[in-house]
């Protein structure tokens, strides 16, 4: 048996409200969660001693023979643990394991063109062979199955195309450090010996992640799963630097880069992270040349004066007007001259005015110099010590060489002063290593005419991006991009396709070829048979190779490949909005350069995922959700229902208390399903299954001619099956989940279900009970089909549970839409729960037992009495009422002096005798003592307010909270009295 039919087992004598608990509970859970939602009143939940003498034997609880179990195919389970709610241990059971209609077994991850021939593809963002799972990577896998899960049960072939990035610099480190507890050093090693090494790591431990992102459930296409190294995605790697070649868009040039002096490599921008940091403004005198006079330079970094080629300050500033045009002596360098230069984007308020211009170690000097002509010059070598042009301070590392500097002015006079100051300090993301901007030898690739495509491309509308503002972004730094350096200083990732010619000038005389056999044919076309050559030693950037990713993967260069013709141009790039302009831009380029079209047409982009107080999550901070932890904790399924909430780029907060409310939300699921099962026909009882399925609600008549309860939910079901649907086409996830959530549990579990038990353990006939049967069968099924996308595994536990399913719920078809629905029956139910609503407030007020059943009268006009006397017993089950004193009327009932008069709505009120609620007597003296409390409470605010010396001298808000207190007191009182007035008027008139 399944773990659900089990547990149904296990309770077969348990009472019929096994799955209702009072609703105050779970709405101060969810309030932490859902927007503005409607108030719900607690349900009655004691319901086991009034239901058994009236249930015909067919509609009693009953055990799920383990042969209905099997004949529901997939999902049997021989354990024998009682499952109360879902067993999360049964995720990776559904997931991968054992025979059946297991999902990946049964290939259900794979495009089927049976049902239609529009393909849905999402190519996934690769995460880092060398990661394991964060809060990130649970948001992109859960948002990217939502759209899959959907266009699958949709119809249209999916393809999600799985894979992982070799993370040049990530996987590097991580080996060194391995091999470094070995005793090893890579230097000790051949490059060959090295990368061996590598790539025996990543056999051994690259799949983790991917395992990983298994278990949040996601519907990969994993026979296509593909790694950055692989030999087809290597082969695009070099045939698209060739093309970018052969295009004059690839250059070799030295230009400044960020460079990390630790892992002896350019990084990207987008691996250099800057944080805020004490450190110091140091104030030095540089000497004008032929004069006395000085001229003072604030800067952060003294050891790079020995690097200085100007001295720059605003043509405005009058203070150093005069030296405009003449020369100062850089400190410390035996009288090297440079001049004094005017420039106007020279900040007058910044130190003291005068900027020291060291190109060679700064960018914002560094296109300065270009822009004026200036010479570059370095003062570093690569490891982060000073050279030779630093003179006496040559070898020394960079931040040993600011301390002795420093000393040395202050001796000389020429050292002004020190003062703290904040500075924003360029980190390596993976050492933590200060970042050296430095000019350097690299390989660039030429932006400008991709960009501008690629701006084109948007403009047109052939790529949407939502939400649609990071379109301002995505223009922006389109519009102003600078060359890519492309080249890195490592050993693992794509080495770059150019041969050196032994003994000729390597910035001159180079070959670009597709492998060593060609470079060497080439050779020697060019050269002559003896000539010899050497491979350039670097890798590409890991971002190259991504950037090729939506085509790549699909077999692209080979226009041929039987998967690039199906599925290309992708559907659907979603991923974090923090790379739009490293990554998502990038393949936009490249896709239109490589293939003439944009890679897909839609660019989700998701927030960062923080902490319940806003915060980014960080190890220093101590607030890091491990996902694997919380889906030990709260299930797969909460974590992804909750993660969904989120709108597309905005940052989400994410609590305890929001997964504890989503983790309820499954249980409920679990329990709303096990409610249903036990109140399901014996699957041998032929006619009653007949009866059941002979009710259809997809034409008018169907709908129209149900009993009021079953009419409104299943027109509530419909509209809500219009507005999902096209919330899921629009990308509004979010919206989607708030919805069928409050559909399921505000008018499904709380209004309908309890309402269906007057139709099933009330007198009323087979086929009143058949109807109920079938509309919570239908309700249900169709809401577990909405929910499949986002919590995939309890629904889909469940689907396999209920009778005659001859799919796994994956794959089913989705709802239809725009299906009959009874606006009318929605109004007319909507003021039968205004009734019951009141009623039981009535209730409440009074402290009537939850138990006890009172009398009532119900007053209103003949049609809105017809169409709420039929529904009596729901009426009855849902207030508590009395149903043989339940009466319906146009006017006001004979005892209305001493009953609780009630307003539901306009033209329907209700009557309850004020003795079937309560002791009267007891309940003037309880409410006696009472009002003498409140009034006490009452005089002591007025007391106070009325002292000068508390109003005058008293904060103003302790004064205000005071007559805010007394306000409330007095109405409290007023409350009391007329309550009072009404009981002890019954006293007198019972007497």
Sequence with gaps: MSTLQLALSSSA????????????????????????????????????????????????????????????????????????????????????????????????????????????????????????????????????????????????????????????????????????????????????????????????????????????????????????????????????????????LIYQGSYMVNWSPSLQTAVSDLEVEYSEESGHLYYIKYRVAGRSDFLTVATTRPETLFGDVALAVNPKDERYAQFIGQMAIVPQTFGRHVPILADKHVDKEFGTGVLKISPGHDHNDYFLARKLGLPILNVMNKDGTLNDVAGLYSGLDRFEARKKLWAELEETGLAVKKEPHTLRVPRSQRGGEVIEPLVSKQWFVTMEPLAEKALQAVEKGELKIIPERFEKIYNHWLSNIKDWCISRQLWWGHRIPVW???????????????????????????????????????????????????????????LSAEDFKKFYPTTMLETGHDILFFWVARMVMMGIEFTGTVPFSYVYLHGLIRDSQGRKMSKTLGNVIDPLDTIREFGTDALRFTLSLGTAGQDLNLSTERLTSNKAFTNKLWNAGKFILQNLPDKNDVPAWESLLSNQFDCEDSVLNLPLSECWVVSKLHLLIDSATASYDKFYFGEVARETYDFFWGDFADWYIEASKARLYHSGGKSVAAVAQAVLLYTFENILKLLHPFMPFVTEELWQALPNRKLALIVSPWPQTQLPRNTSSIKKFEILQALVRAIRNARAEYSVEPAKRISASVVASNEVIQYVAEEKEVLALLSRLDLQNLHFTNSPPGDADQSVHLVAGEGLEAYLPLADMVDISAEVERLTKRLSKMQKEYDGFKAKLSSPKFVEKAPEDVVRGVQEKAAEAEEKINLTKNRLAFLKSNILVSN
């Excluded at 099997?70 to 049964?90: L, M, Q, T, V």
């Excluded at 060959?192 to 431990?205: A, C, G, L, P, S």
């Excluded at 910035?507 to 050269?527: F, G, P, S, T």
């Design 13 to 248: 004598s348990s009472s019929y409200s096994l799955f209702f608990s009072p609703l105050s509970k779970r709405n101060a859970l969810n309030s932490l969660l859902f927007y503005k939602r409607r108030r719900r009143l607690p349900l009655s939940h004691s319901h086991s001693h009034s239901h058994s003498h009236f249930t015909p034997h067919f509609l009693r609880p009953r055990l799920l023979s383990s042969v209905a179990a099997s004949e529901n195919g997939a999902y049997n389970n021989s354990s024998p643990e009682i499952a109360k709610s879902f067993d999360f241990a049964s995720e990776e059971r559904i997931y991968i394991t054992g025979l059946d209609d297991r999902w990946e077994s049964q290939g259900y991850f794979r495009p089927n063109f049976d049902r239609g021939s529009d393909p849905f593809v999402v190519s996934m963002p690769p995460p880092n062979v060398t990661g394991s799972l964060h809060m990130g990577h649970a948001m992109f896998v859960t948002l990217e199955d939502i759209m899959v899960r959907y266009h699958r049960m949709k119809g249209r072939p999916t393809l999600w195309l799985p894979g992982t990035d070799h993370a040049g610099i990530a996987t590097q480190l991580v080996v060194e450090r391995m091999l470094a507890s070995e005793g090893i050093s890579r230097a000790q090693m051949s490059r060959d010996e090295f990368t061996k090494r590598v790539w025996q790591w990543k056999e051994k431990y690259g799949g983790t992640i991917t395992n990983q992102i298994k278990r949040l459930g996601a519907s990969c296409d994993w026979t296509r799963e593909h790694f950055t190294l692989d030999e087809q995605l290597s082969q695009a790697v070099i045939e698209a630097f060739i093309r970018l070649h052969e295009k004059g």
């Design 500 to 558: 050196y010619i032994v003994g000729k000038n390597n910035e001159e005389e180079y070959i670009v070829a597709r492998n060593a056999d060609e470079a060497l044919e080439k050779a020697h076309k060019k050269y002559g048979k003896d000539v010899e050559i050497y491979q350039d030693p670097d890798v590409l950037d890991t971002w190259f190779s991504s950037a090729l990713w939506p085509f790549s993967t699909l077999g692209w260069p080979d």
